[in-house]
């Protein structure tokens, strides 16, 4: 059975309204009436309607302005313009504005009949040729993929982005993520407020309550100004709060309160404050094992996770790869002035034949490295073990961090024998020291680097005795 069209009649008398409503009593439709323009916004937040039939004369705001506000915001709906003085500019107007059809009064309830069907239809049409679309599409805005492990959260996404509800996004480092939280949003009705992201990791425990919710003067030490948080930044928007695995447990119990009331204070205020916040949070640990172990608080996690994605990894998408590292070829030659086309047949098979532990970070990553590092038109063999000889500490760092060893027979592995085996945690700091040298002591270019959260440097340095510089 179809599912009824809705559709908004917007008019605000209530003897002409009573009249529409007469002429549609037979259609099989599911007919809403409101008054005026700012219930129509209101109601547009939640719902988006098949059909609006709008008068243009209202009580606390012109029709065109509404439909002006449909086409900026891209609703998929059809909207019937009714009014009493039809002109030419009215007319262009509201075409170049995207009306489906105008009617001037007085008109038959056969005419507004005609209009409104062939108006479901139209929709109709287009919301079959748009999921055909979905269902072909190799791109979604900062993803690149075709495989049905990513289409897949293409389609949930769509689902999900107009909700209101809360959205918990897991997978390992690389798969995308934030990509995923940014989509979201871009596809969410709160698409023209802010999109603010917080790196729960990426600051020492004493400062992530300050950057969370921000501080007023004389707070702390070198609180100079009152300064505000991601929560007010990101009031009317999203609140992106990454890596919420690292966050410590005694902020857990704020943010929980946070969560549940929209409602905070400033460090150092004693007045509340109340934003009104979409929140994705995304981790890359097993935050079962995290509630289990009493790191991450049982209650958050479900306030959090009224709907949850779980990102695929680069090795269970296929040909996605192949995709992937031909855009980022493309890109990055463009980027380096480098001639680059394409992929040997060689290279296309031991790129799909390796595991990729740092799944998309680390292709992108490798073919940066391969452009910077090589001439040619095609890459081949040659340039790809040439490349891993030569950054073979490098890469065996990265791989470190990961704490995982893929043991495939690709070109990629590097074979190591059992004398040059090292302790595992004295490659690892040898790396992350190198990682901070390089970087200039910036911990966050530093964590990026080498695939993990800050704030995993700074307790390695306090494990350690020694002091960050």
Same mark, same amino acid.
Request: proline share 3%.
């Given at each position: 059975?179809?599912?009824?069209?809705?559709?908004?009649?917007?008019?605000?008398?209530?003897?002409?309204?009573?009249?529409?409503?007469?002429?549609?009593?037979?259609?099989?439709?599911?007919?809403?009436?409101?008054?005026?323009?700012?219930?129509?916004?209101?109601?547009?937040?939640?719902?988006?309607?098949?059909?609006?039939?709008?008068?243009?004369?209202?009580?606390?705001?012109?029709?065109?302005?509404?439909?002006?506000?449909?086409?900026?915001?891209?609703?998929? +709906? #059809? @909207?019937? =313009?009714?009014?009493?003085?039809?002109?030419?500019?009215?007319?262009?107007? &509201?075409?170049?504005? *995207? !009306? /489906?059809?105008?009617?001037?009064?007085?008109?038959?309830?056969?005419?507004?009949?005609?209009?409104?069907?062939?108006?479901?239809?139209?929709?109709?049409?287009?919301?079959?040729?748009?999921?055909?679309?979905?269902?072909?599409?190799?791109?979604?805005?900062?993803?690149?993929?075709?495989?049905?492990?990513?289409?897949?959260?293409?389609?949930?996404?769509?689902?999900?982005?107009?909700?209101?509800?809360?959205?918990?996004?897991?997978?390992?480092?690389?798969?995308?993520?934030?990509? +995923? #939280? @940014?989509? =979201?949003?871009?596809?969410?009705?709160?698409?023209?407020?802010?999109?603010? &992201?917080?790196?729960? *990791? !990426? /600051?020492?425990?004493?400062?992530?309550?300050?950057?969370?919710?921000?501080?007023?003067?004389?707070?702390?030490?070198?609180?100079?100004?009152?300064?505000?948080?991601?929560?007010?930044?990101?009031?009317?928007?999203?609140?992106?709060?990454?890596?919420?695995?690292?966050?410590?447990?005694?902020?857990?119990?704020?943010?929980?309160?946070?969560?549940?009331?929209?409602?905070?204070?400033?460090?150092?205020?004693?007045?509340?404050?109340?934003?009104?916040?979409?929140?994705?949070?995304?981790?890359?640990?097993? =935050?079962?094992?995290?509630?289990?172990?009493?790191?991450?608080?049982?209650?958050?996690?479900?306030?959090?996770?009224?709907?949850?994605?779980?990102?695929?990894?680069?090795?269970?998408?296929?040909?996605?790869?192949?995709?992937?590292?031909?855009?980022?070829?493309?890109?990055?030659?463009?980027?380096?002035?480098?001639?680059?086309?394409?992929?040997?047949?060689?290279?296309?098979?031991?790129?799909?034949?390796?595991?990729?532990?740092?799944?998309?970070?680390?292709?992108?990553?490798?073919?940066?490295?391969?452009?910077?590092?090589?001439?040619?038109?095609?890459?081949?063999?040659?340039?790809?073990?040439?490349?891993?000889?030569?950054?073979?500490?490098?890469?065996?760092?990265?791989?470190?961090?990961?704490?995982?060893?893929?043991?495939?027979?690709?070109?990629?592995?590097?074979?190591?024998?059992?004398?040059?085996?090292?302790?595992?945690?004295?490659?690892?700091?040898?790396?992350?020291?190198?990682?901070?040298?390089?970087?200039?002591?910036?911990?966050?270019?530093?964590?990026?680097?080498?695939?993990?959260?800050?704030?995993?440097?700074?307790?390695?340095?306090?494990?350690?005795?020694?002091?960050?510089?």
């Amino acid at each position: 059975m179809n599912k009824k069209a809705t559709v908004l009649l917007i008019e605000d008398d209530l003897v002409v309204s009573e009249t529409y409503k007469a002429y549609l009593s037979n259609e099989p439709i599911n007919l809403v009436h409101v008054t005026n323009g700012t219930d129509v916004l209101e109601y547009c937040k939640h719902t988006i309607p098949e059909v609006l039939i709008l008068d243009l004369m209202l009580p606390d705001m012109n029709g065109m302005d509404i439909l002006k506000r449909i086409k900026q915001r891209q609703l998929n +709906c #059809a @909207v019937i =313009i009714i009014t009493g003085q039809k002109s030419a500019n009215i007319t262009d107007e &509201a075409m170049r504005y *995207g !009306a /489906f059809n105008l009617l001037e009064k007085p008109f038959e309830a056969s005419q507004l009949l005609f209009i409104l069907r062939n108006a479901i239809r139209q929709h109709d049409l287009y919301d079959k040729l748009n999921s055909y679309q979905k269902t072909q599409r190799n791109t979604y805005h900062d993803f690149i993929g075709a495989s049905n492990e990513i289409r897949t959260i293409y389609q949930i996404i769509d689902t999900i982005a107009t909700a209101k509800a809360s959205i918990f996004i897991e997978g390992e480092s690389g798969t995308g993520k934030e990509l +995923c #939280a @940014v989509a =979201i949003h871009k596809e969410s009705l709160r698409k023209d407020k802010p999109f603010i &992201a917080l790196n729960c *990791g !990426a /600051f020492p425990k004493d400062l992530i309550e300050s950057e969370l919710f921000g501080h007023v003067k004389g707070a702390f030490t070198g609180a100079i100004n009152n300064r505000d948080g991601a929560a007010t930044s990101a009031d009317g928007g999203t609140l992106f709060l990454d890596e919420i695995g690292e966050m410590d447990i005694t902020l857990q119990t704020i943010l929980l309160r946070f969560v549940q009331t929209s409602k905070f204070r400033r460090l150092g205020s004693d007045k509340e404050e109340k934003v009104d916040i979409r929140f994705i949070c995304a981790t890359n640990r097993d =935050i079962k094992a995290e509630i289990k172990a009493g790191r991450f608080r049982k209650d958050l996690y479900y306030r959090l996770n009224i709907i949850n994605l779980k990102m695929p990894t680069l090795r269970q998408r296929g040909d996605d790869i192949l995709l992937i590292a031909k855009h980022f070829l493309s890109y990055y030659a463009k980027d380096e002035n480098k001639s680059f086309q394409g992929l040997t047949p060689e290279v296309e098979q031991q790129l799909l034949d390796y595991h990729w532990p740092g799944n998309v970070r680390e292709l992108q990553n490798l073919i940066h490295r391969i452009v910077v590092m090589n001439n040619g038109k095609t890459v081949t063999v040659k340039m790809l073990s040439t490349l891993i000889n030569k950054s073979e500490t490098q890469f065996e760092e990265e791989r470190v961090t990961d704490n995982n060893f893929p043991t495939s027979n690709s070109a990629l592995n590097i074979p190591l024998s059992l004398d040059a085996i090292r302790p595992l945690k004295v490659v690892e700091k040898e790396a992350i020291i190198q990682a901070m040298k390089l970087t200039k002591g910036n911990v966050t270019e530093a964590a990026k680097r080498l695939g993990v959260a800050p704030l995993t440097i700074y307790r390695k340095y306090e494990s350690w005795g020694e002091k960050l510089r």
